[in-house]
């Protein structure tokens, strides 16, 4: 595709829910990023994939985030028993190649927790 | 520990009235420092890259440098359509996973 997308934009759960967030990579990107931007904040590294292998998870706050990538390619980040304080914009990014610098972002996702 | 901090919080300028956004970092190592540019709603959108203390790079209205220390994005004259929030963020050089992110420096431009 020509960008980055992510699906859904927005998203309102009620605290116990569980949810799927997904990110489309522009085709032939090698890692993928997942970051959490909460309100006026800059955005929170979560986990990163190259290609399928998810290289660096230290970024996930707690065992109820869950990230794959199982060919590659589309990503989706799982929230299970989401609570308030997960409520953020959970933003995608992709580069070319392993160590290129240029990140290229999604729209994000706006989760709200009620 | 790894860290950027941005400042000022917010600016509001005037249209044309030049200034500059400061970016000071501390890290083990620095591989690549990078300005972001994100309007609401949206997701970061590639600026510059610097990789070296001496470093400039321009791209209309916008001039980043890079010291040891900190960073400065320079606009000049600046534009109502240049309001956004400006990302910092860098890349340590033990590990090329992760981007450090500063809080932002939010840009109001009032014609």
């Known amino acids: 595709g020509a960008g980055v997308s992510q699906s859904p934009r927005y998203k309102v759960a009620k605290r116990g829910q569980d949810v799927a967030l997904r990110c489309d990579p522009i085709?032939?990107?090698?890692?993928l990023f997942w970051y959490q931007q909460a309100l006026g904040q800059g955005p929170e590294f979560l986990t990163y994939f190259q290609n399928e292998a998810q290289l660096d998870k230290s970024g996930l706050p707690s065992d109820r985030f869950f990230a794959e990538r199982p060919e590659g390619s589309v990503s989706t980040l799982k929230i299970q028993r989401t609570q308030q304080e997960d409520s953020a914009v959970y933003l995608c990014a992709t580069t070319r190649d392993r160590g290129t610098d240029t990140q290229y972002f999604g729209p994000g996702t706006r989760l709200t927790v009620l | 520990e790894d860290q950027v901090t941005q400042s000022p919080e917010a600016l509001r300028l005037q249209e044309g009235e030049s200034s500059s956004l400061n970016c000071s970092y501390t890290?083990?190592?620095?591989?690549?420092l990078f300005w972001y540019r994100q309007d609401p709603g949206k997701g970061p959108e590639f600026l510059f890259t610097l990789y070296s203390a001496g470093e400039e790079k321009e791209k209309e209205r916008l001039k980043a440098t890079l010291t040891k220390k900190e960073s400065f994005l320079h606009i000049t004259a600046p534009k109502p359509e240049d309001s956004a929030t400006y990302l910092c963020?860098?890349?340590?050089?033990?590990?090329?996973?992760?981007?450090?992110f500063g809080s932002g420096t939010k840009l109001n431009v009032k014609p």
């Open positions: 085709s032939g990107h090698v890692s």
């Open positions: 890290v083990s190592g620095l591989r690549g």
């Open positions: 963020a860098v890349q340590a050089a033990n590990n090329f996973n992760k981007f450090y």
